[in-house]
């Protein structure tokens, strides 16, 4: 069975949940990538099932400025630490996913000198006043973007999914996944899957006909970030006919392609600062009974807090440290832990979720039912906003979890 199918994932934004320096480099190793190991069993006892980590190669910053494929970020640790930590995740039953930013790298990357000063190479060139200078990503003069259309950026950014994946991963999440050519992705996927036939592979997608996208590109799953923005947004507005229409979506997609569903990641502001703890709740409510691969974002689960700033350090609350171990959470996030518990328990008896059909039943501004089939088998959610947020699930039409409980 593939990942697809039970996957449900703790994802996990490594330079900041390990209390690493993030805008600064560090020129020798710091070991700080031990520190995931503690959460290990706080994420088996949540229910997940794998690490969805954030970039963890060498990089100038922020982790997305990436300077090195092939070794550890030095704020991070080594081979070894990563070697450690894949062990112990596996040792439990937990796959892990690492991010692969393979659409641009940092200004300061070898590969970039190399190509400005041969006028060729790896990187996309353009013409500037004194010559050819490297293409910044989306205006980002401190990130260059890959030449895909060169062949040895596919050679290289094959034997990088291969290295890692020989170290034990269990896939990739795609970086900026809509910004490269379809073609450059079915050529090295196809390439990769010849030797790791059950690896993921997940692009990042915002906008789009997110099947056509997938296919093109021979992608496993994709970004829902139309159903992040139904969710919170529907939420806040007290407009659950924005819900209902991105459940309607959400059916088109999930028809043919199991994508990859959350409410929270390392670039978009905490769902519990959008909506409030009980619309945290409801989201999750939401999340673990639609059709998807759900992945929940360190913290959420607890309701951490943090919003989307400007500028440099406009993601830092959204990146935040953990502590040394679960047991020095504060202790008023637990209930919130708790109820993604009985969410994901009740989605692991009813795996048919992950690929169901969903309809929507009934639908007001501040209320809304809708319906999961698949294998036979119901599930029935009916939400409430007014006069307090609450919801009830049933499966097969009989009560199977409510909150508040």
Request: glycine residues 10%; proline residues 6%.
């Amino acid at each position: 069975m593939s990942l697809l199918d039970h996957a449900i994932w703790w994802h996990v934004y490594p330079l900041g949940a390990c209390g690493a320096p993030i805008h600064d480099a560090e020129p020798s190793p710091a070991h700080r990538l031990g520190r995931l190991e503690s959460w290990l069993d706080y994420a088996i006892e949540l229910g997940c099932s794998g690490l969805l980590l954030g970039p963890i190669f060498a990089s100038a910053s922020h982790g997305y400025d990436t300077l090195d494929y092939f070794r550890i970020d030095p704020r991070l640790g080594d081979d070894a630490d990563f070697d450690h930590l894949v062990a112990e995740a596996n040792k439990r039953g937990l796959s892990i996913m690492a991010d692969g930013v393979f659409n641009h790298v940092a200004i300061d990357n070898v590969l970039v000198a190399q190509a400005v000063a041969e006028g060729a190479g790896l990187i996309r060139l353009e013409a500037g006043p004194e010559g050819p200078r490297p293409r910044g990503w989306e205006g980002h003069g401190d990130l260059a973007e890959l030449d895909h259309a060169n062949p040895a950026v596919a050679d290289l950014v094959t034997e990088v999914m291969l290295h890692w994946l020989r170290r034990g991963i269990a896939g990739w999440r795609l970086d900026v996944a809509y910004a490269v050519p379809a073609e450059f992705w079915h050529e090295v996927l196809g390439r990769v899957r010849a030797e790791f036939p059950q690896a993921i592979f997940l692009g990042e997608v915002i906008h789009g006909d997110y099947v056509e996208i997938a296919t093109a590109a021979s992608l496993d799953s994709v970004t829902q970030y139309e159903l992040w923005k139904a969710i919170w947004s529907s939420l806040t507005d007290q407009n659950l006919w924005e819900l209902a229409w991105g459940l309607e979506r959400h059916q088109q997609f999930s028809a043919e392609l199991v994508t990859q569903t959350f409410v929270g990641n390392h670039d978009v502001a905490r769902i519990a600062t959008l909506v409030g703890d009980g619309g945290a709740a409801l989201a999750a409510l939401i999340l673990l009974t639609l059709p998807g691969m759900p992945s929940i974002y360190y913290g959420d689960e607890q309701g951490f807090r943090g919003a989307k700033g400007e500028g440099f350090h406009a993601d830092d609350q959204l990146r935040p440290p953990l502590p040394a171990s679960p047991t020095e959470l504060a202790p008023d996030g637990w209930w919130l832990y708790r109820h993604h518990q009985d969410l994901i328990g009740l989605r692991r008896r009813n795996p048919w979720i992950t690929r169901g059909e969903v309809e929507v039943v009934a639908k007001e501004n501040t209320s809304i039912t809708y319906r999961v089939t698949g294998s036979g088998q119901s599930l029935e959610v009916e939400l409430w906003l007014e006069p307090e947020p609450r919801a009830a699930i049933s499966v097969n039409g009989a009560p199977a979890y409510q909150w508040p409980r």
